[in-house]
């Protein structure tokens, strides 16, 4: 078995700031912050002293000869300054090598942008006749596949068992190419661009240009009005990717609230999670996919949610509210022209579900919020955090696709994102924002585990934020210090939930 | 011992201007005090401030930074020496004036014995 590399290196941008830097590096820049205005303190006190030995001087060495420092106070200022320019040049190339790291990142992000729409258009516009071909070409391979297909339902049998499976082979090949950070890169450019594939292919005269007005939320939230539009006329399921009415109800079985070994009714207390991995370790993995934590601080009560990620890989939304058809929503929530859809539900149902949980705890409007989330649960963070209704503090992604969220400098929002994990670029590229991004490459020369999408694994990211507590990179250290301010050291009260979609009639 | 010139040569001084004066002590030795704080600070808080050498990058411009990092430690270090020899310097003139001081302080108190 071939051993895995795993690297140690955080990249950390965003934030409101330009600079791209390893986290190494912007701790050190905080450290030399801190050095120079340590030593210009002193500095300061120098001169007040020296200025008071000028003064007494003449009245000292009126009484006779001194061993007067003279020297030593004259060249004690000019030491002063030669350490204080050497720290202030050293911080100076720092800062610049973060800006040219961005900078760098932004140049090759924009000609990815640019080789995006100009790629997508010429893709979609020789998709519809290489598929045309490629159609003619598999005719005699397709054809007996078609028929054992339909012998296969007509016999009883569930061909989608063997399709799935056959997907998920396919997949496990070419798990290579999936997890190359190039190709992760590509998916996040094609996000931005698929509305201009489908141009290309529409024949649309200069569709780079008319396709660079929408990103992935407008895009998902096209599909997501086409495919309302098809359930209300009666093609299809009636319920791909159409979210419906929520409940929730509270969990209180499982390893840790099992009745059996100990009562359930009461809240179970936690002690105050210390930083990022102790909020990772407490995203739900089992029946629940909401944990609520309530802390009582100061009068008034503080709420930490945690979202579980996508459970249900599959169109058709079913009840189970962390799929596919929540993520979508999620991701086109982002668009504000997402609130003209006609067809379709409004919101997704996980996130109805999250907000169900909170007021069925006893969240009122107002009250101060922190929400982690895993993956489709990221994104879900991600939309509280952008509610002006809600009052969200603070942000935790882990891997979903959060990079079009609009969410306000208010909230302290990390977004840790694998640089080899193909969904958090999903989202597309997004916009500048406060959010601070860090990355990870998890797999530097691939893994050969059975996991599709290693660096997306939780365990993966929980790695990383054990990292992320490692780190002494300010926007880190600010973040682990405004969430022991949050709690305040309490003891917290824990609910876990769990939501499904209901029928329509039945809310 | 003092004597009627010690007592003259004093009250001249104190004519003169050129007398050590209580103040002046205090303010050499709260000098003192301070750049031995200085010194200890810069030692210690200002120096554990600063960043270790890079682990984590192996490249040229790793070394530059190391290289540039240890000058700029380096230069707090010399600053720091600078406070202690000064410091010292200042200790030897407090205890100097000090002992003026006395002397001073005796040859006034001086009264011919009757």
Known sequence: MAAVVVSDDLVISGGGSTRVAVDELFADVGRLDTAEGLVRYASDRFGVARSKLDAVEHRATASGPLPWPGDDLRFGWFAFEVALGRLRLLRFRLVMAAELYGATERTVGALWDLGGAVGASVLGFLAPRAM????????????????????????????????????????????????????????????????????GALNVPAAPLVGSATEAPESASLILGVTGLLSAIGIGTGRTLVDGP????????????????????????????????????????????????????????????????????????????NDMTSNVHGIADDSPLDALRLAGSTSAGAERGVRLALAEAGALPGDPIVAVGHSGGGVIAASLAADPGLNVVGGLNLGGPVASAQIPETCSFISVEHADDLVPATGGSGHPSCVVVVSRRVN??????????????????????????ESDAPQLVAFREQLQEFTAGTVGEQTRWRAERVPDEEP | MTSYD???????????GTAVTPECVDDVSSAQQTLRELAEELRGPAAAAMPGPPTRWRSDAATAYAEALEEARGSVVVIARIMTEAECALGSCAVTLRARLDDLEAALAWRPSS
Do not use: C, K
């Open chain 1, 132 to 199: 045309a071909g490629a159609a003619v070409s598999l005719l005699p391979v397709a054809l007996p596949a078609a028929a054992a297909l339909g012998l296969a339902r007509m016999a009883g049998s569930d061909p989608g068992p063997a399709v799935d499976a056959a997907v998920r082979r396919w997949l496990g090949e070419h798990r290579g190419v999936l997890n190359d950070p190039a190709f992760v890169r590509f998916v996040r450019t094609f996000a931005d661009h698929a509305d201009d594939f489908v141009l």
């Open chain 2, 6 to 16: 010690d007592h003259l040569a004093a009250v001249s001084a104190l004519r003169n």
């Open chain 1, 246 to 321: 929520v409940r929730v109800e509270r969990v209180t079985s499982g390893p840790a609230r099992d009745p059996a070994v100990a009562p359930s009714p009461s809240n179970a207390a936690v002690p105050p999670p210390r930083g990022f991995e102790d909020l990772a370790d407490r995203v739900p993995r089992g029946d629940a996919q909401i944990t609520v934590e309530r802390h009582h601080v100061d009068g008034e009560n503080r709420w930490l949610v945690y979202i579980a990620g996508t459970a249900d890989f599959g169109l058709v939304a079913g009840s189970e509210t």
């Open chain 1, 444 to 469: 530097e020369h691939g893994s050969d585990g059975d996991a599709v999408l290693p660096a997306h694994q939780f365990v993966e990211y929980g790695q990383t934020t054990a990292l992320l507590d």
